[in-house]
Antibody, heavy 122, light 106 residues
Framework: EVQLVESGGGLVRPGGSLRLSCVGS????????MSWVRQAPGKEPEWVAN????????NYLDSAKGRFTVSRDNAKNSVYLVMNSLRAGDTGIYYC???????????????WGQGTVVTVSS | AVQLTQSPSSLSTPVGARVTLTCRAG??????VAWYQQRPGKVPDLLIY???TLQSGVPSRFSGRGYGTEFTLTISSLQPEDVGTYYC?????????FGPGTKVDI
């Protein structure tokens, strides 16, 4: 069973920055698209960004474009999310997820970490 | 962004009942729909993808169907462990979007 472990969340003031990290347990980590999905309290999940298995393609939620950057290091089985210019609306649990299938086309999220909490507040 | 609506927003049904949840998309998304179950205090679990493909390990009482703009998730015989909120998600267009959810109770 795939295990994903996130870290890096915390309390940050509006306008501040955070770097989230996610480490995966499987040996074929480099075969899958990876995503970050967040969930505000009492709300539905919200897809934030994803990155292709080899890092060659990245996509972002409109409100994240220009502020967030997703990257990965397959040698370390890790994916990252650097978040700048944080706003109150970015508050939530941030989950690292792995796609359900191997391949060049991104898809739904089969494996989820336990999440890391980001709170943006003054 | 593709908007998803779900109905009903909540329901309460006896154990053993057949339950059908609906997800509608604001535009044609072919069969690029997934369904997730989120039990209270837990992480979402993938149940179905490609509108009708059952994820490995998911009980066969769950089934999905639909194409284009209308999709359904059916639980053939509701069990106590099925309590939670069910979300649909489209992955045909970026940004991927989730529906607002249907809360299922017994």
């Amino acid at each position: 069973e795939v295990q994903l472990v996130e870290s890096g969340g915390g309390l940050v003031r509006p306008g501040g920055s955070l770097r989230l990290s996610c480490v995966g347990s499987e040996s074929n980590f480099n075969s899958y698209w990876m995503s970050w999905v967040r969930q505000a309290p009492g709300k539905e999940p919200e897809w934030v960004a994803n990155i292709a298995h080899d890092g060659s393609d990245r996509n972002y939620l409109d409100s994240a474009k220009g502020r967030f950057t997703v990257s990965r290091d397959n040698a370390k089985n890790s994916v990252y999310l650097v978040m700048n210019s944080l706003r109150a609306g970015d508050t939530g649990i941030y989950y690292c997820t792995r796609d359900v299938w191997v391949g060049v086309i991104p898809g739904p999220h089969e494996s989820w970490g336990q999440g890391t909490v980001v709170t943006v507040s003054s | 962004a593709v908007q998803l609506t779900q109905s009903p927003s909540s329901l309460s049904t006896p154990v053993g009942a057949r339950v059908t949840l609906t997800c509608r998309a604001g535009q044609d998304i072919r069969s690029a729909v997934a369904w997730y179950q989120q039990r209270p205090g837990k992480v979402p679990d993938l149940l179905i993808y490609d509108a009708s493909t059952l994820q490995s390990g998911v009980p066969s009482r769950f089934s999905g169907r639909g194409y284009g703009t209308e999709f359904t998730l059916t639980i053939s015989s509701l069990q106590p462990e099925d309590v939670g909120t069910y979300y649909c998600q489209q992955f045909n267009n970026f940004p991927f979007t989730f529906g607002p959810g249907t809360k299922v109770d017994i």
